[in-house]
């Protein structure tokens, strides 16, 4: 059964990076045919989309995010990462990783728990 | 940017009843769209892909159907544990963009 783990800092400051890494278990991130993706949610409120990240290092980001994010993959790990630059109090969220369906579907069938980024001082 | 917007925000119901929860685009986005599921303090969870197809292990009392821009996601028969947030999400080809809706609430009337 795949499963993601997402680790990272919990607390981090205004205008620093927020960085986050994303273990995956029970399958190989290698695989062909699969996005991986990170997902967030403030609290209350509802999913925004970061960025997508393709086995091979291809990515795709949300336009408005597009400016502050890097997504990054390291195969030899079963990893990906997300860096999230110049962070303000609006980027205080729930942080998901998340894998598609396959078929290049793009629907998230495989999440992790979230892990709960503040950013304050 | 395509937009889905999500009717209503809340919807008051009892178990054994029937809930219709809504999805429109701003534009067409084919019947490339999906519905999940969010319990609190819990990861959504894929329930519908492709408009109308189940994901595996979904009950066969959730249902979607719609294309282009108007979606429908059908419970019917609500069971306790179906009181939950839902979320549609569309995605685009190119340039290869994912979106959420802002989320119906069904809450036990």
């Known amino acids: 059964q795949l499963q993601l783990q997402e680790s990272g800092p919990g607390l981090v400051k205004p205008s620093e990076t927020l960085s986050l890494t994303c273990t995956v278990s029970?399958?190989?991130?290698?695989?062909?045919?699969?996005?991986w993706g990170w997902i967030r949610q403030p609290p209350g409120k509802g999913l925004e989309w970061i960025g997508n990240i393709y086995y091979s290092g291809s990515t795709y980001y949300n336009p408005s995010l597009k400016s502050r994010v890097t997504i990054s993959v390291d195969t030899s790990k079963n990893q990906f990462s997300l860096k999230l630059s110049s962070v303000t109090a609006a980027d205080t969220a729930v942080y998901y990783c998340?894998?598609?369906?396959?078929?290049?579907?793009?629907?998230?069938?495989?999440w992790g728990q979230g892990t709960l980024v503040t950013v304050s001082s | 940017e395509i937009v889905l917007t999500q009717s209503p925000a809340t919807l008051s119901l009892s178990p054994g009843e029937r809930a219709t929860l809504s999805c429109r685009a701003n534009q067409s986005v084919s019947n490339y769209l999906a519905w999940y599921q969010q319990k609190p303090g819990q990861a959504p969870r894929l329930l519908i892909y492709h408009a109308s197809n189940r994901a595996t292990g979904i009950p066969a009392r959730f249902s979607g159907s719609g294309s282009g821009t108007d979606f429908t996601l059908t419970i019917t028969s609500l069971e306790p544990e179906d009181f939950a947030v839902y979320y549609c999400?569309?995605?685009?080809?190119?340039?290869?963009?994912?979106?959420f809706g802002q989320g119906t609430r069904l809450e036990i009337k």
């Open positions: 029970g399958g190989s991130i290698s695989r062909s045919n699969y996005y």
């Open positions: 999400q569309q995605r685009t080809n190119w340039p290869p963009s994912i979106t």
């Open positions: 998340a894998r598609d369906f396959g078929g290049y579907s793009r629907y998230f069938a495989y």
